[in-house]
Nanobody
């Protein structure tokens, strides 16, 4: 499945961004999907995931500020980011894997990746 992210950009701390990830095929709840981010010099980390049961998962650092959702009719995954912090800056990637993923934030568990969208937060 081909994934294309959009919605990144520059924002002030405390602001909001809304990221989208369009899938090239109908993913429904057959796919576990997730958002990862990677800052320069750091490892790629999972920030939010949604599994085949519709359950959502979040990294501790983003709980209460990020919301992941999916629109199956539009084959699109979303990430609402509120109360932005400078440490939220990085390249945000969408990932998808058919079926279950053992550990939602293990990037090795995902075969399908987008090219990313850049988020830059200034203080």
């Amino acid at each position: 499945v081909h994934l294309v992210e959009s919605g990144g950009g520059s924002a002030q701390a405390g602001g909001s961004l809304y990221l989208s990830c369009a899938a090239s095929k109908n993913v429904n709840y057959d796919y576990t999907m997730a958002w990862f981010r990677q800052a320069p010099g750091k490892e790629r980390e999972g920030v939010a995931g949604i599994d085949i049961y519709g359950d959502t998962h979040y990294a501790d650092s983003v709980k209460g500020r990020f919301t992941i959702s999916r629109d199956n009719a539009k084959n699109t995954l979303f990430l609402q980011i509120n109360s932005l912090k400078p440490e939220d800056s990085g390249m945000y990637y969408c990932a998808a894997e058919y079926g279950r993923v053992r550990v939602w934030d293990d990037y090795g568990g995902y075969e399908n990746w987008g090219r990313g969208t850049q988020v830059t937060v200034s203080s």
